[in-house]
């Protein structure tokens, strides 16, 4: 193998594997730097998103009672006898009291209180429960504690834990859903209505307090304010995955133009090595073979050069002059 193709391949081993070494390894690292972010930001975009629907139904909750704080003070004013039977049969109490919000979630109104050491609570005002059951008791009528105890300890027994200071309760409760029978988990949130106003209840024959309440989906909720049916999360993460994939996509074009790049590095490496190195080499051989075969006038290219070729070149000039003389000394000696 000539000189010339190897010092190329040479040139060409060495330019190109450290670079495709190098994209690779940046590829790999991007690859799992991407994983790992996705998954973070996965994982925070989902805590954060469940706080802020946990912070949306309280802030529902708590407006609604407020809401009815209003309205129940200004009828407490025109009737001070209200019952909650006046407000279970009122269109507009029905009206404040129930109000679509979200992804289709729904607002009640319950009331409730401390009777003979025992949380006691009614429904007054219920979207999905029949008239007939509204002003029942829920643990001894409705059964709601052997049905949906979770449901039941957050909405009685929890939000009346305080009787002297009550305070917006909220927690998860499993719902099992009418349409699918599925037990899906939700989020409730009961506000207090202004602890000075009670209305009188015919059930527990004395005056009881009122509690606004809300639930969520908190997954379907925030589908509803993106309009989008993925899982918030997994959106935000599909664009950070994106993003990431579009780095790793500059990365190999960056690749393809360095490696461009380095071909032309190498073909001016082969160009310049066969026209400044080899080829003067060659010429200088073949010069050295005229000289042994008795040309021992001719004249031996590239001399004028300061490098290894001139160096060369000079050498086989005195290798000539040497032969030259020698010869005319023979030529003498045979006179």
């Known amino acids: 193998m000539r000189l ?10 060495a330019s190109l594997v450290p670079l495709l070494v190098l994209a690779q390894l940046t590829v790999l690292g991007i690859s799992q730097f991407g994983d790992l972010a996705v998954s973070g930001v996965k994982k925070t975009s989902e805590e954060y998103l469940i706080r802020a629907g946990q912070e949306a139904v309280r802030m529902k909750a708590e407006d609604l009672a407020w809401q009815v704080t209003i309205y ?4 407490l004013a025109e009737n001070p006898n209200l019952t909650t039977r006046d407000l279970i ?3 507009e109490f029905y009206r404040i009291a129930v109000q679509r919000w979200g992804a289709g979630e729904y607002t009640w109104v319950g009331a409730g209180e401390i009777i003979n050491n025992e949380p006691r609570g009614i429904l007054i005002a219920h979207p999905t429960l029949p008239r007939q059951y509204l002003g029942l008791d829920l643990k001894y009528h409705l059964k709601w504690n052997q049905t949906m105890p979770d449901l039941y300890e957050i909405a009685v027994v929890k939000s009346l834990a305080k009787p002297e200071t009550p305070e917006t309760v909220c927690g998860y409760y499993k719902w099992i859903e009418p349409a699918t029978n599925k037990t899906v988990d939700k989020y409730l949130c009961q506000a207090p209505v202004n602890i000075t106003l009670r209305v009188y209840d015919p059930l527990y024959n004395q005056p009881i307090r009122l509690v606004a309440g809300t639930a969520a989906y908190i997954d379907g909720y925030f589908q509803y304010l993106t309009q989008n049916p993925a899982n918030p999360a997994e959106t935000i993460g599909s664009e950070v995955k994106k993003n ?9 074009m960056s690749v393809v133009v360095a490696l461009a790049i380095a071909i032309v590095f190498v073909v001016i490496v082969a160009v310049f090595t066969i026209s400044k190195v080899a080829n003067p080499v060659v010429e ?5 073979d005229r000289i042994a075969e008795g040309e021992i006038d001719i004249e031996v290219p590239h001399r004028e050069r300061k490098d290894e070729v001139g160096i060369l070149a000079n050498s086989i000039e005195r290798l000539r002059r ?13 006179k």
């Open 4 to 13: 010339t193709p190897k010092i190329v391949a040479i040139v060409l081993v």
């Open 72 to 75: 129940v003070r200004q009828k």
């Open 89 to 91: 049969n009122d269109p």
């Open 244 to 252: 990431v994939d579009a780095a790793s996509q500059q990365v190999y």
């Open 284 to 288: 200088i051989s073949k010069t050295a």
């Open 322 to 334: 040497s032969l030259k003389v020698t010869m005319q000394s023979l030529e003498e000696a045979l």
